[in-house]
């Protein structure tokens, strides 16, 4: 997927409007709440900084584990409101002929068909511009939202994606290219032997097809697949062309992408055929102590118990009820009965160190839970380099989230691009206009 050594660039944009960025400086002013105008805007900086795709995370739920009860979360903004983005593509796509749009599905809770349908009638609408990202939810009120009494196990929720995405890759692959030839003189309009059935009947799934949707002009979306487990770790090497990774330090990296290109070739890929974008979180400055200043003023901005309403989310379990010195490797036990994110908290203790205490943790999770730099162009161009470098030159960064839009964004594009543009890390100019074309450029 990433053919070239080019550093892709990539932007988490699903909580620019809220967790505690609604009221930090520079973020969401003068624009209506959630409507077009703001994200037609962000999109048109990005395609300065020429890159190569906005994301849209979801999980379509009203956070309830900390404390038990939704106050935390409506009171400072944090993870809510969540509107379905998968509308705003087509809107946003007007205001960059280039940029791609990564957006989630989850496949625990909607059915192969129905995402394989949606996401390439989106990608005709874009011209080629689309990536789904593939989930499998590990949030706990989201399970409840579709129905479920318990969240299904990590493991359940594994095994169905595996299918899942084997079947909406088929859906996918059910048309040819040249099943439509418009022969108007003969009266033909596509050719059947070109059209495939799947007869598809599995564990999970029983699906007819064919997809009655034509092959775009990236052939179908790319995939983005996010699981950092070692289950999600395969399911990336099987079906994903991107993979967001969110590890903390060098070896880490590294570590995790020979393990990836060890997967893919089991799999029978290339490590060539699943680029990674690394998640970096940026507050640029034109000099260090400015960039420290913004970020002073954003951690000042936090509620103090913000880290830990973060912590209890993102891993599923109420930090407000632990004991504020409890160490992180005693907290392990509870993350991982959760079954939720359990690959990012061991990452977290792998880095942080187990004596890391839970409050410590609470304090620095917002501004540091992935990596991050704040400081100058020279900086933030110099770590994304060594994180390129670890990495395998094979993918990218994508900005990870806690950054003001479109104050941070513009930041970033008006400090930062230009240093990497004059590194030769990044390019100065789109190379096509479908999604795949970038990235492989
Ligand atoms: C950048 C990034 C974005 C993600 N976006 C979502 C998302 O939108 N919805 C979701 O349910 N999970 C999301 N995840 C979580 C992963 O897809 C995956 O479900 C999670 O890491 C748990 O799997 P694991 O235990 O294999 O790591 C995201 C992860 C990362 C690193």
């Not at 995405?165 to 009266?187: F, H």
């Not at 090497?237 to 995790?256: C, G, T």
Request: net charge negative; charged share 25%; proline share 5%.
């Amino acid at each position: 997927m990433c053919l070239s050594e080019t550093l892709h660039l990539a932007a988490d944009i699903s909580f620019i409007h809220t967790d505690h960025l609604w009221k930090t400086p520079g973020s969401w002013q003068g624009y209506q709440y959630y409507g077009p105008d703001f994200y037609k805007e962000v999109t048109r900086i990005a395609h300065r900084g020429r890159f190569d795709m906005l994301f849209f995370g979801d999980a379509a739920e009203t956070p309830e584990i900390y404390g038990g009860n939704f106050d935390a979360a409506l009171r400072h903004g944090i993870r809510w409101p969540k509107h379905d983005m998968l509308p705003m593509i087509p809107v946003m796509a007007e205001a960059s002929p280039n940029i791609g749009f990564g957006t989630t599905m989850s496949t625990t809770y909607h059915h192969p068909f129905h995402v394989a349908r949606v996401f390439s009638s989106l990608d005709h609408i874009t011209g080629g511009r689309v990536g789904w990202n593939a989930v499998t939810s590990a949030y706990k009120n989201e399970a409840a939202n579709w129905g479920y009494d318990r969240m299904p196990s990590a493991a359940d929720r594994y095994d169905r994606a595996r299918e899942h995405m084997k079947v909406v890759t088929d859906l996918w692959a059910s048309v040819e290219p040249d099943a439509i030839v418009m022969d108007r003189e003969n009266g033909v309009f596509a050719d059947p032997s070109k059209v495939h059935l799947l007869n598809h009947r599995g564990k999970h799934f029983n699906v007819r097809g064919p997809l009655p949707v034509i092959p775009s002009r990236q052939g179908r979306p790319v995939i983005i697949q996010a699981g950092q487990s070692p289950d999600g770790m395969d399911l990336a090497a099987r079906y994903a062309d991107l993979q967001f990774v969110a590890r903390r330090s060098l070896d880490s990296i590294a570590a995790h992408r020979a393990e990836l290109d060890r997967l893919l070739v089991k799999h029978g890929r290339s490590p060539r055929d699943l680029g990674v974008l690394w998640l970096v979180r940026v507050q640029p400055g034109h000099t260090k102590a400015e960039a420290m200043e913004k970020e002073r003023r954003f951690l000042d901005s936090l509620p103090p118990n913000a880290g830990m309403i973060e912590l209890s989310f993102h891993f599923g379990i109420d930090f407000s009820v632990l004991r504020p010195d409890m160490r992180l490797s005693d907290a392990a036990e509870l993350v991982q009965a959760e079954q939720v994110h359990w690959g990012s908290f061991l990452e977290i203790i792998a880095t942080e160190g187990p004596e890391t205490t839970v409050e410590e943790m609470g304090r620095r999770f917002i501004g540091q839970r992935a990596a991050h730099v704040i400081g100058t162009a020279a900086e933030i161009a110099d770590r994304f380099e060594e994180i390129h470098e670890a990495g395998g030159r094979n993918g990218g960064i994508i900005l990870s989230k806690n950054f003001a839009a479109p104050g941070t964004l513009r930041d970033f594009i008006e400090i930062v691009v230009p240093e990497l543009q004059r590194r030769g890390l990044t390019r100065k100019e789109y190379a096509g206009t479908t999604l795949r074309e970038n990235l492989n450029t």
